[in-house]
């Protein structure tokens, strides 16, 4: 056999290792929203040797996020998850590189907690919404205008900002965080709807805390609306409606489960019914269909634009021969300030 030869059947081997995975997810950048074809997966082929092989060359571990492509998340991908499941992979990872197929709060953070790892981000300065919300001086002016409130920062911030706050959270451990502070007043930043849902969740557990939201929200979940969860209803009638607490609260108290990206996963693949509506972004109905292949998903087309930037083209660059830009760095003193935060996060779920 040739080199060329092998090479091709090494690229057919692989093409069909992802079919069988990607095979039972939707793909929704095709125009008809038809499932992956082994033709996809022999497109992606060429990218994931490469990647796969390269990797293990220079010591480097890929997390991505749920919202990332799924030729990313089961192709390349060491470790997947949550915004919390990436933060705790980032600390205990061994690999002196890190490549996050992610947005930038995220690299951040595993920059934050590893700052003596490269960390890289495939999508150039991609951004979020919610960080992007929320600056440093505006923290500043919130804690000189509420002097006795704990500042407590949902992940989907910045470094400057999460450096500026008491306790950093995510969705999977916002409300006993904050339902175990002992501050009476809290600022929470940058989220707004999820702030209006922490303040229900309190009231459901007969906490009385002032909550104080800055910000802004999240570009996928903000579009839910109850009039949606309504037609749901009518048009699905057999089906489960779950979403995200980044979602309205009046969207969140209309459905059958709230939680975190991992928590609906968890909760799809432990409940009994066949159907599902998912009011989040489209990656994780792609994990769903790979671990439930006789449920049905119904979504509703929102996608994250700054996850779908990272590539297998683009990670492969970061791997070949990295750009300036694509490096993470945080300035010492912000990255130290940062890890309290996350730091304290770490302890307050340790205790459970």
């Known amino acids: 056999m040739t080199c060329d030869q092998s090479d091709i059947l090494l690229t057919e081997q692989e093409a069909q290792r992802l079919f069988s995975i990607l095979g039972y997810m939707t793909n929704f950048r095709s125009p008809k929203k038809q499932k992956y074809t082994l033709d996809d997966c022999r497109e992606f082929a060429p990218f994931t040797l490469a990647i796969n092989r390269l990797k293990k060359e220079k010591g480097a571990i890929i997390l991505a996020h749920y919202y990332s492509n799924p030729e990313i998340t089961f192709g390349i991908a060491d470790f997947r998850g949550d915004s919390y499941a990436l933060s705790k992979q980032a600390a205990d990872a061994r690999e002196n590189i890190i490549v996050f197929c992610g947005v930038s709060f995220m690299a951040e953070t595993a920059k934050i907690i590893s700052p003596q790892k490269k960390v890289y981000l495939p999508a150039l300065k991609a951004g979020c919404s919610l960080a992007d919300a929320v600056s440093e001086q505006d923290v500043i002016n919130l804690k000189a205008r509420y002097p006795k409130a704990q500042v407590i920062c949902y992940i989907n911030s910045t470094a400057a900002v999460k450096a500026q706050s ?187």
Do not use: W
């Open 166 to 352: 008491d306790i950093c959270v995510t969705s999977s451990n916002v409300y006993d965080i904050v339902a175990a502070s002992p501050a009476e007043q809290i600022i929470f930043i940058p989220d707004i709807y999820m702030a209006d849902n922490i303040k229900i969740e309190l009231d459901r557990r007969g906490i009385k805390k002032e909550i104080i939201p800055f910000g802004g929200t999240c570009c996928v979940h903000d579009k839910y609306t109850p009039k949606l969860v309504e037609e749901t209803r009518q048009k699905y009638p057999q089906a489960k409606i779950i979403c995200h607490p980044e979602c309205p609260s009046d969207v969140c108290l209309l459905c059958d489960f709230v939680g975190s990206t991992s928590a609906m996963i968890k909760y799809v693949r432990q409940t009994p019914a066949v159907e599902f509506a998912i009011l989040s972004e489209d990656g994780i109905v792609n994990t769903m269909q790979y671990e439930n292949t006789e449920k049905v998903f119904y979504n509703y087309s929102r996608t994250c634009g700054s996850m779908k930037r990272n590539t297998l083209a683009n990670t492969l660059a970061v791997l070949q021969n990295p750009a300036p830009e694509a490096e993470i760095i945080v300035e010492a003193q912000v990255a130290q300030n940062a890890k309290r935060a996350i730091d304290n996060m770490f302890k307050e779920v340790e205790k459970k």
